[in-house]
């Protein structure tokens, strides 16, 4: 996905002051995964299936009992839809969700031999499973170069001026041709934990942003009086 080049900048100088703004994420998140819990590729799978509309606190709570029922792809693949959606009902869309899984565990079943694909483009056929949930498991499951892009890493990229893009798969492409693929994998989730802890959708805390000075966004958010 080569980069069309949306802002008013050359490509190497946003590409260097990219690195900078990772260089001071990773300084400010040095060790940074995803809150999922999981212990294995295709836990991880299942957990960020669950996790849309929805918070990883959540999942978590659902995930023990959603395994410790219907431990592998094989298992889940066969459950009654009913039984599958009374487990994961207090995520959200539990009807949809449910027909998800089940349609990704028969996928993997049947075509991968009950094992979860590791190559992106395979990942992306199962049912269920978005670009963005097959770069998260490459990323966390198995350190794999991806980049997922979620509305946190949606709205950093915009306000920090490293895509003018609204698509997920052209911010994608833009922000992979940014950084470097050795450090795709630590991406978002820095990208994330920053849009959870400082930089707010609604209210975000500029008066102490480690990346004020590189972020183009207005405008500002004061600091609060009684702060």
Not at 32 to 48: E, F, H, M
Not at 116 to 141: N, Y
Not at 158 to 177: C, H, Q, Y
Request: include cysteine; charged fraction near 30%.
């Amino acid at each position: 996905m080569p980069r069309t080049n949306p802002l008013d900048r050359p490509i190497a100088q946003q590409r260097r002051g990219a690195r900078i703004i990772l260089k001071r994420l990773t300084g400010l998140y040095p060790e940074i995964s995803t809150a999922l819990t999981y212990r294995d590729p295709w836990q991880l799978l299942v957990a960020t299936v669950l996790s849309a509309q929805t918070t990883d606190e959540n999942v978590n709570k659902v995930t023990p009992a959603l395994f410790e029922k219907w431990p592998l792809p094989e298992d889940l693949a066969v459950a009654r839809p009913e039984d599958v959606e009374s487990v994961v009902y207090s995520t959200g869309y539990y009807r949809q969700k449910t027909k998800s899984l089940l349609a990704l565990a028969g996928d993997i079943v049947d075509r991968f031999g009950g094992d979860v694909p590791r190559d992106f483009d395979d990942m992306v056929t199962l049912r269920g499973v978005g670009r963005k949930t097959a770069s998260v498991v490459m990323a966390e499951a198995w350190g794999e170069p991806a980049i997922a892009v979620d509305t946190h890493v949606k709205r950093i990229a915009n306000r920090l001026g490293l895509t003018a893009n609204s698509d997920p798969v052209k911010i994608e492409g833009d922000l992979k041709d940014l950084f470097l693929k050795d450090t795709w994998a630590g991406v978002s989730m820095r990208f994330i934990q920053f849009g959870r802890s400082v930089c707010d959708a609604k209210k975000p805390k500029c008066w102490e942003c480690p990346l004020r000075d590189r972020c183009p966004y207005e405008p500002k958010t004061p600091r609060p009086r009684n702060s």
